[in-house]
């Protein structure tokens, strides 16, 4: 069961956020007195609700924040946080909400694309991967096998082999899972 604590300064706002989630039998919303037997995994929150770094933003360090907004100037805010975060419009569907509320309770980063990444003009921060890491880090999330990659990229499987290896050690990880979940929590590839 994922919990789920709105925190959102419209009752309306919450009210139908509550109602839309009540559809999905593993997400039980909770209320605003939570007790250290009632934490919440992921709290939805809008930006007129308030600072994320504010008093009136206490709340368990491992929960997930959710983040309903159309303005990117809030990503900043969020990234600068140690929690693990999504940011989405204020628009998005019931099906984009419970998505992103599941993933968050894994530990995902999500969000959408238009207000996570930087316009096409400005660099995007890569992190501890070269560039070639992060196409194979893209291939990887997608599934493709080491030949594939190969394929794709137009390298040989050896290759391949060798930034697997290589991504494996910047990222302290063992394996391909591992892999691309450090790299959606990295922000460096989104699915």
Request: hydrophobic share 40%; proline share 4%.
């Amino acid at each position: 069961m994922i919990r789920v604590l709105l925190k959102l300064s419209s009752p309306a706002l919450r009210a139908g956020l509550q109602a839309l989630l009540a559809s999905d039998k593993t997400i039980k919303v909770v209320n605003d007195s939570l007790d250290e037997e009632n934490e919440a995994d992921v709290i939805v929150t809008s930006a007129s609700f308030a600072s994320l770094s504010g008093p009136q933003f206490d709340s368990p360090s491992s929960a997930g924040v959710l983040l309903l907004s159309d303005d990117q100037p809030h990503v900043e805010e969020m990234k600068r946080s140690s929690r693990v975060w999504g940011i989405l419009p204020t628009d998005s569907s019931a099906e984009e909400l419970t998505a992103a509320i599941h993933a968050l309770s894994q530990g995902l980063i999500v969000g959408a694309p238009h207000l996570i990444f930087e316009s096409e003009g400005e660099s995007i921060e890569r992190g501890p991967l070269t560039e070639r890491e992060l196409e194979v880090l893209g291939l990887l999330s997608r599934g493709l096998a080491n030949k594939q990659i190969a394929l794709e990229l137009g390298i040989s499987e050896h290759t391949v082999k060798f930034h697997v290896s290589s991504i494996y050690t910047k990222l302290d990880v063992t394996n391909r899972t591992e892999a691309v979940r450090a790299g959606l929590r990295g922000g460096w590839i989104a699915l």
